[in-house]
Structure formats: structure tokens, C-alpha cells
């Protein structure tokens, strides 16, 4: 069961809907009182976690799901934003992850999309779950008008 207020999306492997989870993602954070700088970090966040999920975890298999849940946490008065991004991928092992900024990957076109979430969002969780790997992403709220 997902909590109130939750948004879910769920959608085959394809990069074209990733302007559509953007323009979701962006309402939502929009709606939960997030400002201008929390919107773009976490815009980026699920970009580089949705690209990661259908390209590294599904393989780009367009059988395979990719599900999206954002939740403004606690449901009314919001004071976190919860994200929640599942594959059905084989997953991997977190801390196997080569260092983005070591001497050998620093020239490397590819592979900080992990460390530029856990830089962005104040909580980042990766994890093997049945049938996949998750990322559990939060982002504490500042509000706009603040």
C-alpha cells in the first residue's frame, strides 16, 4: 500500500519518459513548498536515478518496469520529500561503486550519477529488494517562501 498523497508511476524501460517523470517530479516538489534550489537538485536527482534504473538495471529491456513513488512526508504539513525508485534489474552492490573522483575515473565520461545523488539529497538508500534495486531519496524541505 502506498502512503497518502503518494505519486506512483510505472512505466516499460524507455528514455522518453524521462521529460514526463520530470514534469511529475516537478510538480510535486512544487506542491510540497520545495524552493527553487531543492527543486532543481532533486530534479536532477531522479533524472540520473531513472537514467540509472533503465539503463544499468533493466539493461534497457523494454519488458522491464521501472516505478517511481514521491511522497511529501508527513502526508499534510509536509517537512520531507520521500523518493522511491525501483527496477527489476539484478541489482549490485552499493559500495562496490568505483570512487567518481579517484585518479583513475576523474577523465571517465560516465559513472558519478550515484555520487551526484548522495551530494544532492539529504538521505540516499540503495538497496536490493525482490525482483530489483532501489533508491530511497529524501530531500528535507526548505519552504519557498521562507
Partial sequence: MIPPRTVRLEFNSAFGMLDFVQVVSDHVCKEAGMDEDQLHW????????????????????????????????????????????????EGFVPEEVAD?????????????????IRNFMDETVLKKVPGGMEIRMVKKLTKADA
Fill in 100 to 116: 567518481p573522483l579517484a585518479p583513475e575515473n576523474i577523465l571517465k565520461s560516465s559513472g558519478r550519477g550515484i555520487f551526484l
Fill in 42 to 89: 532533486i530534479s536532477v536527482a531522479v533524472r540520473e536515478s531513472v537514467v540509472n534504473a533503465i539503463k544499468h538495471g533493466n539493461k534497457n529491456d523494454p519488458a522491464k518496469r521501472v516505478t517511481i513513488d514521491i511522497s511529501p512526508v508527513p502526508a499534510a504539513g509536509a517537512d520531507e520529500l520521500v523518493i522511491r525508485i525501483e527496477d527489476q534489474g
